[in-house]
């Protein structure tokens, strides 16, 4: 199993107990009535980018065409921007997101955006290294 699967593979499932984590915590400031605390929104895209997404792209980097004998995965620098940028922004958003002054603080918002065009980034970076190996027979 190449490098980058296992990489993203392991990531996903750390991902994966995260969310549920935060998802149990979202229960707790709710029984507590903490009103100005909710990370479900945080869970929830920590399930989906970081669980589902990068164990879509681990397995997807392991079971896609061979791009050429020399390089049969494509280019590796692309896929460790991909996972780099995808999981700072992950981090990023974890550690915003939840602030309860979010909308009200400027350095919050600036830290949302960064994260963003970071997972944006990461992302793309996967999708070109993938559309080298699809190729027309």
């Known amino acids: 199993m ?19 984590a935060l998802l149990a915590l979202t229960d707790l400031a709710s029984l507590m009535r903490w009103s100005n605390f909710s990370p479900y929104q945080t869970a929830l895209h ?3 980018v970081g669980w589902v997404l990068q164990l879509i792209i681990g397995i997807a980097y ?4 061979k791009y050429t004998q020399a390089r049969p995965r494509g280019y590796d ?5 991909a ?6 922004g ?19 918002r600036t830290v949302f955006v960064v994260s963003s065009v970071a997972q944006w980034v990461g992302l793309l970076a996967f999708v070109v ?3 080298l ?3 027309v027979k």
Do not use: D, H
Not at 3 to 19: E, I
Not at 77 to 81: H, N, S, V, Y
Not at 83 to 88: D, H
């Open 77 to 81: 620098g692309l896929m460790a921007l």
């Open 62 to 65: 392991w079971m896609f065409p």
């Open 133 to 135: 190996r699809i190729k």
């Open 90 to 108: 992950l981090i990023l958003r974890l550690v915003v997101e939840p602030i309860p002054t979010f909308w009200v603080e400027s350095w919050a």
């Open 129 to 131: 290294n993938m559309s």
């Open 46 to 48: 920590l399930f989906l």
């Open 83 to 88: 996972y780099g940028a995808l999981n700072v």
């Open 2 to 20: 190449p490098f980058y699967t296992r990489l993203f593979v392991k990531t996903s499932l750390a991902y994966a107990v995260l969310a549920a």
